[in-house]
């Protein structure tokens, strides 16, 4: 389907499930575990996110997830 519309930037796989995490309320050192990442993974996932939606902090970022229905299930 050909639109005008601009595309919404293409997250990674781990990038979306890092965003699914933050978006539930879960700390990066949560999700580190949970993901079996580093605390510095996790960051630098954030960090490219907010970086491609070109948000300025996690306050943004879990409102842009809630938006998308990023937080369920």
Do not use: F, M
Request: no cysteine; hydrophobic share 35%.
């Amino acid at each position: 389907v050909a639109s005008n519309e601009p595309k919404a930037p293409q997250l990674t796989d781990r990038e979306t499930e890092v965003l699914r995490l933050v978006a539930k309320g879960l700390s990066y050192k949560q999700i580190a575990e949970r993901l079996v990442i580093s605390h510095r993974t996790v960051q630098n996932h954030v960090q490219n996110t907010l970086g491609k939606l070109q948000l300025h902090n996690r306050v943004e970022l879990v409102r842009y997830a809630i938006e998308r229905g990023l937080d369920d299930v």
